[in-house]
């Protein structure tokens, strides 16, 4: 595979990590950097792999699958996060600590990732490194995993609220988009 195919393909899947992460950095939780991006790096490290290994029949079934829970997961997560002022501030907190927990970021990770089981399908279907497409892959997602957490970070200490909701609204948006084919 090409140098500039796997870069976009990297960014392209980053791009879910990046949207959490802000909404996860505009919830306080910026300084579970270390813990996110462990895990999100893991799971998009091992997502594709497992995509590869797996093959054409389980694509199928999985294809259906993938096309709704991502952007499901996108968007309740966006509502959950625009609507978390409304809840006051010790609950939003609570939550957001409870989604960052080991448990929270493995089930929030693998949702994200599900879809990249179709795309490691499809990469395995020709020749690919499966290891450093799977590297390059997970070092996208730690990189926007950080970069979201810390950007959240830094509007929520501006505009608190406003960043909030602006994060959660995002996410509401790139589930859409993803949803309708368009990300």
């Known amino acids: 595979m090409p140098v500039a195919k796997l870069l976009a393909l990297a960014v392209a899947i980053g ?23 462990v895990v999100f790096g893991a799971m998009e490290f091992t997502v594709p792999l497992v995509g590869i290994w797996l093959g054409r029949q389980a694509a ?20 959950w996060v625009a609507t978390s002022p409304l809840r006051g501030r010790a609950a939003a907190k609570r939550e957001a600590r ?62 608190e609220t406003a960043a909030t909701v602006g994060a959660g609204v995002t996410l509401v948006a790139i589930g859409v988009a993803v949803a309708l084919g368009v990300l």
């Open 15 to 37: 791009a879910n990590n990046l949207a959490a992460s802000l909404a996860l950095g505009a919830l306080g939780q910026a300084r579970r950097w270390p813990r996110v991006a």
């Open 98 to 159: 409870q989604v960052t927990t080991w448990g929270g970021l493995v089930a929030l990770s693998f949702g994200l990732a599900i879809d990249n089981v179709v795309v490691g399908f499809s990469l395995g279907l020709g020749e690919v490194d499966a290891l450093l497409t799977a590297g390059v892959i997970a070092m996208a997602a730690v990189v926007f995993s950080v970069a979201g957490l810390h950007l959240g970070r830094a509007s929520r200490r501006a505009w």
């Open 60 to 79: 199928r079934w999985l294809g259906t699958m993938a096309a709704w829970l991502g952007p499901a997961l996108l968007i309740g997560m966006g509502v």
